[in-house]
């Protein structure tokens, strides 16, 4: 069975400096892999995906987010954090088929 | 494009009510979701539609039916309320990515 992880409930971090929220996952087969983030009260939005070709992906507001296959994570990154980049961080997976499996969430905390 | 719309946005049953979950997608969108999300255990999938006519059991879809009545709209329907439905109800639909509706608050009490 697929899971996904992500080992820290919270990340603090101060404003311009660099973030990264962590996410590890266990399926077989070559996965697609996916950030979402949610602000308060909202749903969740899409920031970026992983499907196939470079490691390194960029998506919405300056996120990125690297690929490792051998040991089986999909980061989230960003060079310089904004106060206003604190909200909830969902990893997911998509082994094949029209499922994701989601981990817990972070909570990202950017402060002055 | 509205994206995925859901109603209403927030309920208060008493146990053993039962509601309907309203969503509706404009994104022409094959596959449909049910999420509830709960503290500290992040969504859980409760029913899914991969395509008009066909629906699915998710992780947790005890007290829980879904219709899915055409290819924009998929609702969800709580024929007897617990207090352990207490939750916030997310829609999503699907093409690579999903998208998500602004969910739906519900206490049983």
């Known amino acids: 069975a697929q899971s996904v992880a992500q080992p820290e409930d919270q990340v603090n971090v101060a404003e311009g400096n660099p973030l990264t929220v962590k996410c590890t996952y266990s399926v077989s087969g070559n996965p697609y892999l996916f950030w979402y983030v949610q602000y308060p009260n909202r749903g969740l939005q899409f920031l970026l995906k992983y499907i196939t070709g470079d490691n390194l992906v960029k998506g919405s507001y300056g996120f990125e987010a690297e690929f490792n296959k051998s040991q089986t994570s999909f980061h989230l990154k960003k060079p310089s954090a904004l106060v206003s980049d604190s909200a909830l961080y969902f990893c997911?997976?998509?082994?094949?088929?029209?499922?994701?499996?989601f981990g817990t969430g972070t909570q990202l905390k950017v402060e002055l | 494009n509205a994206g995925v719309t859901q109603t209403p946005k927030f309920q208060v049953l008493k146990t053993g009510q039962s509601m309907t979950l309203q969503c509706a997608q404009d994104m022409n969108h094959n596959s449909m979701y049910w999420y509830r999300q709960d503290p500290g255990m992040g969504l859980r999938l409760i029913y899914y539609s991969a395509s008009e006519g066909t629906t699915d059991k998710g992780e947790v879809p005890n007290g829980y039916n879904v219709s899915r009545l055409n290819k924009r709209e998929f609702s969800l329907r709580l024929e007897s309320a617990a207090p352990s439905q207490t939750s916030v109800y997310f829609c999503a639909s699907m093409e690579y990515e999903q998208y998500f509706g602004p969910g739906t608050r519900l206490t049983v009490t």
């Open positions: 997911a997976v998509r082994p094949q088929g029209n499922k994701l499996t």
